[in-house]
């Protein structure tokens, strides 16, 4: 089976930098994707990795280990805008398409 | 930017009726889905649809649901007979294609509330 753990609160204070980390058991996947949620919203894509290593989008970066079965976000320069909740989801090679989603971390960003 | 639309964003229904929810993924993409989220919980994965079949499906996903794209543009889930438990938000994603990166668009969701 598949299952990934992210822990499910982080606080931290505007301007700092979080890590929100992922760790998977599952006999493999395509790649490791990171979605946003706010409060009462859809979910948006934030980041992919398909390859180890740190993949940057501005703010954000995502990090994919598959040796170590870890992975994280790195949301830099926080903002309150940023307090939502982040979800890392896998796409296991089951050949249609299926996508499992890890349970959330709810990010607090404090002024 | 084009965008993924969902209609009715919240619908209440009586246990035992049918419900369709209606979603309109963004035009040039091949892969549909839909994924159920209940308050506070994580997305769950129902079902992904591709050329016009179902690809996958969870073990949610039973014989109460089913999905169709009746036309070039609309996508529906129909729940046959609501049960309590189905009360959820409840997405449509899409995407473009298989290579380079797996980034589903989610539309805005619909809320559904069964009495």
């Known amino acids: 089976g598949q299952s990934l753990e992210q822990p499910s609160e982080v606080t931290a204070v505007e301007g700092a930098i979080v890590q929100i980390n992922c760790t998977y058991q599952t006999s493999g996947f395509y790649g490791l994707s990171w979605y946003q949620q706010h409060d009462g919203g859809a979910p948006t894509f934030l980041s992919y990795?398909?390859?180890?290593g740190l993949e940057e989008t501005g703010r954000f970066s995502s990090f994919l280990s598959r040796s170590d079965s870890y992975g994280y976000l790195l949301l830099q320069e926080l903002q309150m805008k940023d307090s939502a909740s982040y979800f890392c989801?896998?796409?296991?090679?089951?050949?249609?398409?299926?996508?499992?989603f890890g349970a959330g971390t709810r990010l607090f960003v404090k002024a | 930017e084009p965008e993924v639309t969902q209609t009715p964003s919240h619908q209440v229904t009586q246990m035992g009726q049918e419900v369709i929810l209606r979603c309109v993924p963004i035009s040039n993409h091949l892969y549909f889905y839909w994924y159920r989220q209940i308050l506070g919980q994580k997305v769950e994965f129902l079902v992904s649809f591709y050329n016009n079949e179902i690809s996958e499906k969870s073990e949610i996903f039973d014989d109460q649901f089913s999905v169709e794209r009746p036309d070039g543009s609309n996508f529906t889930l129909k729940i046959r007979s609501t049960k309590l438990e189905d009360s959820a938000m409840y997405f449509c994603a899409s995407r473009a294609s298989t290579g380079g990166t797996d980034t589903q668009y989610f539309g805005p969701g619909t809320r559904l509330t069964v009495l």
């Open positions: 990795n398909a390859l180890d």
């Open positions: 989801a896998v796409r296991p090679p089951t050949g249609g398409f299926k996508t499992i």
